[in-house]
């Protein structure tokens, strides 16, 4: 009997969970008016696909949205891991003055509300000429992901017993190759982990993209979920918009499956010595 509960209680747990993804599918393949029913229709009476073909010729289309957001996602998986990598192995492997400090402070700005820089954020692009750019919108995603991706790191790297650095030392490898060649790979769940952390985050953040973009040209695709508003009064096109949801949610979903075995490995990477 407590077994039969115990499965009770998780299938009513998931079944919780999976609920909003059954009708989100549901939804995508309903006609526009059922979509729009109210009461609604839980089963569509027709499969149709005219809401991603009305989406494909929204705006500039969501082909335009979806590199967009995959540009700005690259680039910040790209730029935080270049970045994290090299600091933290700094902080793992080099002695000087100031360190702990210094690494400290990095961890504190996590502290610091994301919208309270915002501001100080725009000042910094527009004084760069970088405002209304997926480049200074790459380059503010690297900055709020540093801390964290500094923490994984450097606890990645300094779990790393320091006989591998020197075999390597002694076998002719320069410093850098040593990090490339031999300290990366030993470290690769770490990496996989700010990577996912760095990417899932660019991908779905909205906020600061609403703020730094103001073409609609350049807009990323939570920003244009926004505009799929349409109708009189403002009523919401649901299946529209369910299948912008679909869009989105569907590279986050692939890629964490893909690389879920290296993501718990590499949180708790470096937190037994």
Not at 175 to 202: E, H, I, N, R, Y
Not at 220 to 231: H, K, N, R, Y
Not at 238 to 265: K, M, N, S
């Amino acid at each position: 009997m407590p077994s039969v509960a115990w499965w009770t209680v998780c299938l009513l747990i998931a079944a919780m969970f999976l609920f909003p993804l059954a009708m989100l599918a549901l939804t995508v393949i309903k006609t526009p008016s059922e979509a729009a029913a109210s009461p609604p229709y839980y089963l569509p009476h027709h499969v149709s696909g005219a809401n991603f073909k009305e989406l494909a010729n929204t705006g500039s289309g969501i082909l335009r949205y979806v590199l967009n957001s995959g540009a700005v996602s690259l680039g910040t998986v790209v730029g935080t891991l270049i970045v994290a990598t090299l600091g933290g192995y700094g902080f793992a492997r080099y002695r000087f003055p100031g360190r702990t400090a210094l690494f400290i402070v990095a961890l504190m700005t996590m502290m610091v509300p994301f919208q309270a820089l915002l501001t100080p954020m725009y000042s910094v692009l527009v004084f760069l000429h970088l405002q209304n750019s997926l480049v200074g919108l790459t380059l503010v995603y690297i900055t709020f992901q540093l801390p964290f991706s500094l923490f994984v790191m450097r606890n990645a790297f300094a779990s790393v017993p320091q006989e591998i650095e020197d075999a390597a030392a002694m076998d002719g490898a320069s410093t850098l190759g040593t990090l490339v060649k031999v300290m990366v790979p030993v470290v690769k769940p770490a990496v996989v982990t700010v990577a996912l952390f760095a990417f899932f985050s660019a991908w779905n953040e909205f906020l600061a993209a609403l703020i730094f973009l103001s073409d609609q040209a350049n807009f990323t695709l939570p920003v244009f979920l926004t505009t799929l508003v349409t109708g009189r009064l403002g009523a919401i096109n649901w299946g529209l918009l369910e299948a912008g949801v679909v869009i989105t949610v569907v590279p986050c979903l692939v890629i964490f499956l893909i690389l879920q075995r290296y993501y718990v490995r590499g949180l708790v990477s470096g937190a037994v010595r």
